[in-house]
T-cell receptor, first 108, second 113 residues
Framework: SQQGEEDPQALSIQEGENATMNCSYK?????LQWYRQNSGRGLVHLIL?????REKHSGRLRVTLDTSKKSSSLLITASRAADTASYFC????????FGAGTTVTVRA | EPEVTQTPSHQVTQMGQEVILRCVPI?????FYWYRQILGQKVEFLVS????????KSEIFDDQFSVERPDGSNFTLKIRSTKLEDSAMYFC???????????FGPGTRLTVL
């Protein structure tokens, strides 16, 4: 399966701290995407990184991709209570294959 | 900002009944998808649709499921005879290009009693 698998499963941090989560996958990819899901709601696309890119930034988000290790990381800097959500990486083979996600809780 | 919409937000049905879940993808998108998420589990791909036909489907998408784009704006998922295990959140998504970001709707929570 191409799906991404996130690590850790859960993360609890204080507001203002950084949150880092990792994703590993098994096969070659065209791109990898990160999504956020607030409890019981739809998925929101955060960032897409292509296989020929190593790092990408979007606001307080930084994503890295290491295709040799088949891994990606998502860093959220200066976290806020509103960042509390589940975060998923998804490998793309026209369809998205999601992992189980990392649940991030940001304490005020 | 354009968004994907889904109706209804919550559907309760009796086992064995047919349900139709509706989606309005972003208007200039060409690729359409259905995913589902059973409570507490991963988001799972069901089916992708392009150029008025199914381009890929998962093992979950058996002959009880069908999709249709009945007009230029709607994209529907039909479950012919619902089972208890069909209870889940169903998400519609669309994208402009095959490998680009997908925009998800808010989901329909299907409860089969």
């Amino acid at each position: 399966s191409q799906q991404g698998e996130e690590d850790p499963q859960a993360l609890s941090i204080q507001e203002g701290e950084n949150a880092t989560m990792n994703c590993s996958y098994k096969t070659s990819i065209n791109n990898l995407q990160w999504y956020r899901q607030n409890s019981g709601r739809g998925l929101v696309h955060l960032i897409l990184i292509r296989s020929n890119e190593r790092e990408k930034h979007s606001g307080r988000l930084r994503v890295t991709l290491d295709t040799s290790k088949k891994s990606s990381s998502l860093l959220i800097t200066a976290s806020r209570a509103a960042d509390t959500a589940s975060y998923f990486c998804a490998t793309v083979d026209y369809k998205l294959s999601f992992g189980a996600g990392t649940t991030v809780t940001v304490r005020a | 900002e354009p968004e994907v919409t889904q109706t209804p937000s919550h559907q309760v049905t009796q086992m064995g009944q047919e349900v139709i879940l509706r989606c309005v993808p972003i208007s200039n998108h060409l690729y359409f998808y259905w995913y589902r998420q059973i409570l507490g589990q991963k988001v799972e791909f069901l089916v992708s649709f392009y150029n008025n036909e199914i381009s890929e489907k998962s093992e979950i998408f058996d002959d009880q499921f069908s999709v249709e784009r009945p007009d230029g704006s709607n994209f529907t998922l039909k479950i012919r005879s619902t089972k208890l295990e069909d209870s889940a959140m169903y998400f519609c998504a669309s994208s402009g290009l095959a490998d680009n970001e997908q925009f998800f709707g808010p989901g329909t929570r299907l409860t089969v009693l």
